[in-house]
């Protein structure tokens, strides 16, 4: 238990840190987002010096990051220059489509990556390992951009695959089941690129971490003892790797949200990557803020469910934390 | 031995590919800028020995595009005249390694232009934008990763020395950084930053807003040998002679940390590459007119382009053999590194 | 006469912080006293854990004491500050046990033993040279040694490169941490006799810690026991090794290996 509140109350500090960080960027920039609006002959003045006083930007930097973290506290965060509404409301709904790409993508990821990596582990130098690590380092290799770009060719030219968005103009007007097939089609081709991005990566670490178990003298002995392979395999060896697996897949959801943002804006894919990519480049202070602060969110998250997986795996942790 | 050749392989393939990029001048037939607005978007012209009446000639030649008829976007061979390709030609003037000016070019046709990879949509030689865009990505991502490691070299050694509060006040930043998904990062750094500075001023911006992305592992690497290595007797005895702090760093602490960097340079150069890369592809990055890889590929964010001129395309696989080398490089290296500590522990037991 | 060292009731306690919130303090030395007298031996016997690492740093200077004084050619040095810590060290040198970690193995023998030197900053290139093939001299190893890599070295020749090393600022007083455990039997008597040989040549002062009190019986004129930070027991090595006091000592005295003329089973 005191494992778990440890972790939990380190993920809130290194949010709290994070939102910091990002303040403090605000402030270091040279030439405020108003300077921008000040250029914009569609603004008043007296509008722009109204949205300053609002918003406090006159106000000294510890305090004006008080009040956002009240507010954020409450709910609110921040105001979209750009959209012309809360942040709130336009980041939840990219989230969730964000979410609902990296999730499914890091599950299918893993459960490619997992049975390969341990395949070739059992086969370690053998001629199969040997293919597939020459198979993932030629897939290491293209870049994603390439792999996202490659597909979206592959689904004009074929017309099998909607080649953007997430939903159909006539999305609305569909039955449940077609409107799930309909998302299904749409989520297919973001969901490859992403996958195909971090596959290579994941099954050279899976590889590896089973590798170095399965060298483990215990094992050795076990095999000693006339145990059978299978048996090994999972009851001894796959256990004991569960520790450095975990890290792994929390290692793993910061690669596939990092390749997210990418893909979701080559692909149209209506997430938090092209939302933050329009923020930038229209000079929207809040909701870039707010993006960032989703995504680490999102980070932090994995991490912690990585924390709690590993305190219910690893027994060694649940003896660390609670010493008689 | 073995792990040496290797490396000394990988090193040899990594400076020509290197190479050619810096000598762009030289290996490209035309300046990056000049434009031939008169023909936008030309397919890559084909290589011929052979010509229509079956005739072998003693050079390699191509054919200049026309226009079909009754169209104004597919193009054809014009086998009226064949273009002789020259080598050694001399042609616009540009400067090699940045200072010695020159007319020379590797290839050249005289009369029509030759196009072996393509125009864009202002009628610019795809293959000169390919070679000079290299220079830019290549430096970015080289000059980034060097700044990253000096970050991370600077404040692993300072951490994993002194420990105490700096220790842990440095980690606890360390770690900060590293709950930020990486592209995030870079983008949240990038945003609040100028939008539209002149390309010089972006290059070497995006460069520090990429180095100061990474720091952080290569910055717990370097604490983990300096903590290591600081107990290490050696040091320890360094001290009995009077040695000060500055003096353990720099003759026995720091030259540890050597073979950990360089994997970790391995490592970042291609992913600053694609970095770079990415940035200037959504337009964040290096803009027009300086070509870079990234703003290179970014015409196929229309679908026209991306869809129909598939050697535009061309730019996000040039990368690939660079990716290879550099991974070999990278396992090279850490091969190199688990030698050297098998080495020395069973030779310490040598009685 | 004045003693070399004379150290007065030195007490070390580290502070172990293991889980936040529950700090564990460690009592290293307790109360520690006794004195050298130039020229001479003394063995420092105990167990591992017992204190004798922590008391060669505190006496080396690289640790301060948390209590309790070292005087070393009737000056206090256990309260300096740093740059006062770093004028005394050259004069107390310590030998550490492995050979092998002792030396940079990057580093060539010659910079090796011309590191102290250079250090110094006041020998011209010239000198340290000279310097450096006397100091190979007086350890026994051939001139030729100056051109190879310490990892070619065996064991024994390392730990002569380390005295070499260490004997080049001239120090006063070396302190051997287990300097000869690593060792081979064979090797352990050559260097015994070597230390031997240059405390009688030079005038050496040697303090030697070992957990082996029959080694500590053959070199030292004095022993003493450490047992959990104290020392126990006290005296000239032979009466100690005759007529032990304390239980510690004895344990000490059963774990030395024995030979015994016959096997117990063939007395029947």
Redesign the interface.
């Known amino acids: 238990m005191r494992y778990l509140l440890r972790r939990l109350s380190h993920a809130l500090l290194l949010l709290a840190g994070v939102s910091v960080l990002t303040f403090l960027f605000t402030a270091l920039a040279p030439g405020t987002y108003f300077d921008e609006m000040r250029m914009n002959p569609q603004i008043a003045p007296e509008t722009i010096a109204a949205l300053r006083a609002q918003y406090g930007l006159d106000k000294p930097l510890p305090l004006r990051y008080v009040s956002w973290l009240s507010s954020l506290l409450q709910g609110e965060m921040g105001f979209s220059f750009a959209y012309n509404s809360p942040v709130a409301p336009l980041l939840l709904v990219r989230a969730r489509n964000t979410l609902l790409l990296t999730i499914t993508s890091t599950l299918l990821a893993w459960m490619v990556a997992l049975p390969l990596g341990i395949w070739s582990a059992e086969r370690l130098g053998r001629l199969p390992d040997r293919l597939l690590s020459w198979g993932t380092a030629m897939l290491l290799v293209i870049p994603d951009l390439a792999l996202a770009l490659g597909l979206l060719v592959f689904a004009v030219r074929s017309g099998w695959f909607p080649t953007g968005g997430m939903a159909s103009i006539d999305f609305e007007a569909l039955s449940v089941f077609n409107k799930l097939r309909d998302l299904a089609l749409h989520m297919i081709l973001p969901v490859t690129a992403l996958v195909l991005s971090t596959l290579a990566l994941l099954v050279r670490h899976v590889r590896a971490a089973v590798a170095d178990v399965l060298n483990a003298p215990f094992l050795l002995a076990a095999l000693g003892h006339g145990i059978p392979k299978r048996t090994l395999l999972y009851r001894y060896a796959l256990p004991a790797a569960a520790n450095p697996l975990i890290s792994l897949f929390g290692f793993s959801i910061g690669v596939l949200l990092s390749g997210s943002l990418l893909i979701e804006v080559v692909m149209s894919w209506p997430g938090l990557g092209p939302l933050l990519l329009e923020a930038i480049l229209a000079r929207d202070l809040y909701l870039v803020i707010g993006g960032i602060l989703f995504s680490t969110f999102f980070l932090v998250g994995g991490n912690l469910l990585a924390d709690l997986l590993l305190y219910w795996a690893d027994p060694r942790i649940r003896t660390e934390s609670n010493?008689r | 031995m073995r792990v040496r050749r290797a490396l000394t392989r990988w090193l040899v393939v990594l400076g020509l590919l290197h190479g050619i990029v810096i000598c762009a001048g030289f290996f490209a037939p035309y300046d990056p800028a000049e434009q031939d607005r008169k023909s936008p978007y030309l397919p890559p012209m084909r290589l011929h020995l052979l010509d229509s009446q079956g005739h072998l000639h003693a050079h390699p030649f191509v054919y200049s595009l026309k226009l079909h008829k009754g169209s104004f976007d597919q193009y054809e061979e014009d086998t009226t005249e064949a273009q002789q390709v020259k080598f050694f030609v001399s042609g616009a003037g540009y400067r090699l390694l940045g200072f010695l000016p020159s007319r020379r070019h590797l290839f050249g046709t005289e009369n029509a232009r030759i196009y072996l990879l393509g125009t864009d949509a202002y009628g610019r030689d795809q293959l000169s934008r390919l070679l000079f865009g290299g220079q830019v990505s290549l430096v970015a991502g080289l000059l980034g990763a060097g700044i990253t490691l000096l970050i991370g070299l600077s404040i692993g050694a300072v951490a994993g020395y002194f420990g105490g509060w700096r220790d842990t006040l440095l980690m606890r930043l360390a770690e900060l950084f590293m709950a930020l998904p990486w592209l995030y990062l870079l983008f949240a750094i990038r945003a609040f930053l100028p939008l539209t500075v002149s390309p010089l001023k972006a290059f070497f911006l995006i460069i520090v807003v990429i180095g100061t992305v990474g720091w952080a592992r290569p910055a717990r690497l370097v604490r983990g040998v300096v903590l290591s290595a600081k107990e290490?007797?050696?040091v320890?005895?360094?001290?009995?002679?009077?040695?000060?702090n500055g003096?353990l760093l720099r003759r026995?602490i720091l030259?540890e940390t050597s073979s950990v960097l360089l994997t970790q340079a391995a490592i970042l150069i291609p992913q600053y590459v694609l970095a770079e890369m990415t940035l200037s592809f959504l337009g964040l990055g290096v803009p027009e007119p300086v070509p870079s890889w990234g703003n290179l590929l970014s015409s196929l964010q229309q679908y026209s382009v991306l869809v129909s001129y598939w050697w535009m395309y061309l730019p996000a696989v040039v990368i690939v053999p660079f990716f290879l080398v550099y991974l070999g490089l990278a396992s090279s290296l850490q091969e190199r590194g688990d030698a050297y500590k098998i080495?020395?522990r069973s030779?310490?037991n040598?009685? | 006469m004045e003693p070399l060292l004379k150290v007065e009731n030195l007490v070390k306690r580290y502070a172990k912080r293991s889980?936040p919130g529950t700090p564990e303090e460690l009592l290293a030395l307790d109360g520690v006293s006794f004195t050298i007298f130039a020229g001479t031996t003394l063995a420092v016997v105990g167990e591992s854990g017992s204190g004798k690492s922590t008391l060669a740093a505190c006496l080396?200077c690289?640790e301060s004491p948390t209590a309790g004084n070292i005087w070393f050619e009737g000056k206090e040095i256990a309260n300096l500050e740093e740059r006062a810590r770093?004028?005394v060290?050259?004069q107390?040198?310590?030998i550490?046990q492995?050979p092998?970690?002792?030396?940079?193995?990057?580093w060539s023998v010659m910079e090796v033993l011309a590191?102290?030197l250079i250090?110094?900053r006041k020998f011209s290139r010239e000198e340290i040279d000279l310097r450096v093939t006397l100091l190979l001299e007086r350890v026994g190893l051939s001139p030729e040694t100056l051109k190879r890599l310490p990892?070619e070295l065996?064991?024994?020749q390392r730990q002569r490169l380390?005295i070499a090393?260490?004997l080049?600022?001239e120090p006063k007083l070396l302190i051997l941490d287990e300097a000869l455990s690593?060792?081979?039997c064979s090797?352990q008597a050559q260097i015994a006799n070597l230390l031997m040989d240059l405390q009688s040549s030079l005038g050496m002062t040697y303090l030697f810690i070992t957990h082996d009190l029959a080694m500590a019986a053959h070199l030292a004129d004095e022993i003493a026991v450490m047992d959990r930070g104290r020392i126990v027991e006290q005296g000239p090595a032979q009466k100690i090794l005759r007529h032990p006091e304390q239980e510690a000592t004895r344990q000490l005295l059963a774990a030395m290996p024995r030979i015994t003329l016959a096997p117990p089973s063939l007395e029947q």
């Open positions: 010493p | 290490r007797d050696f320890r005895a360094a001290r009995g002679f009077g040695a000060t003096y026995h030259p080495e020395t030779l310490g040598l009685t | 889980l080396a690289m770093r004028q060290r050259p107390i040198q310590l550490f492995d092998a970690s002792s030396l940079n193995l990057r590191e102290p250090l110094q990892i065996s064991g024994g380390a090393r260490s080049a600022l690593a060792l081979d090797v």
